[in-house]
């Protein structure tokens, strides 16, 4: 039996759970959160793991689950957290993978602003930010730094302008 592993990456903000959702319901295949996988297996929210325990330990510990979460021989469509493509040689496994399909879903700077700036009391690297100024400045250097990382997915969608079912619409037909 062959297995497909669809792995969508890209931004917080860039609609990865509600793309993945959206897509498992089209194509039957079961839908993983990692950050929810992180927090059912450390019984805390990925915040506290930060506050608590640092980010180091949070990178070690989001590696270790994710080669789990690999590691079984199934189907899934799996959500990464925006960071944890650019950590460590993840981006390098992940393309390695047989059975693997990243795909980037890239949305412009105006665009994350928009959906971010309603969101950002409930995203703890943003809660602090005062004005959209400073929110699109603080996606601005955090997509400097973290497109060389997404950039290496096999597939890009673009997903400005476009509704959930647009793209997932567009990802059927990039996959099928």
Not at 19 to 37: A, Q
Not at 40 to 45: A, D, L, Q, V, Y
Not at 79 to 94: F, K, R, S, V, W
Not at 102 to 129: D, G, N, V
Request: aromatic share 10%; hydrophobic share 40%.
């Amino acid at each position: 039996m062959v297995y497909m592993k669809i792995i969508l990456l890209g931004y917080m903000g860039s609609g990865k759970s509600s793309i993945g959702k959206s897509l498992s319901k089209v194509t039957n295949i079961p839908f993983l959160d990692l950050d929810n996988v992180i927090e059912e297996k450390e019984s805390i929210s990925i915040s506290e793991i930060f506050n608590a325990k640092g980010e180091i330990y949070f990178r070690k510990r989001e590696q270790e689950i994710l080669n789990n979460v690999l590691r079984d021989n199934q189907s899934l469509i799996l959500a990464l957290g925006g960071g944890t493509p650019c950590y460590g040689t993840i981006m390098q496994n992940l393309n390695d993978m047989d059975d693997v399909t990243l795909i980037y879903l890239k949305a412009s700077i105006q665009e994350l602003t928009l959906r971010l700036w309603e969101e950002r009391a409930h995203r703890p690297m943003i809660a602090h930010l005062k004005d959209k100024i400073q929110l699109e400045d603080f996606i601005r250097k955090h997509l400097f730094e973290r497109n060389f990382y997404y950039n290496q997915a096999s597939k890009k969608i673009d997903t400005d302008g476009f509704n959930i079912s647009e793209i997932v619409q567009k990802i059927v037909v990039s996959l099928f």
